[in-house]
């Protein structure tokens, strides 16, 4: 039995709003208050301000680096 043929258009085209978004980037000030608050942190409250801020802790450790250049 064949296919009925349809009108609906079968390209998709995806939606602005949804697609791939690009890299954060910090200014010099974030990066500069995020070290000053992950020192001021004690034990295990780190973690808390990661999440809080939505990083990593590779990007905690590349922060001081980036700054010397």
Do not use: W
């Not at 949804?18 to 995020?34: D, N, P, Q, T, V």
């Not at 802790?57 to 980036?66: A, E, G, K, T, Y």
């Amino acid at each position: 039995m064949p296919k009925p043929v349809t009108s609906v258009n079968p390209k998709v085209e995806p939606h602005p709003a949804l697609e791939k978004r690009g890299r954060r980037s910090f200014s010099a000030e974030y990066k500069l208050s995020i070290i000053q608050q992950a020192d001021a942190c004690k034990h295990g409250e780190l973690g808390q301000l990661l999440r809080r801020e939505k990083l990593y802790s590779n990007q905690l450790v590349r922060i001081p680096d980036q700054a010397c250049h």
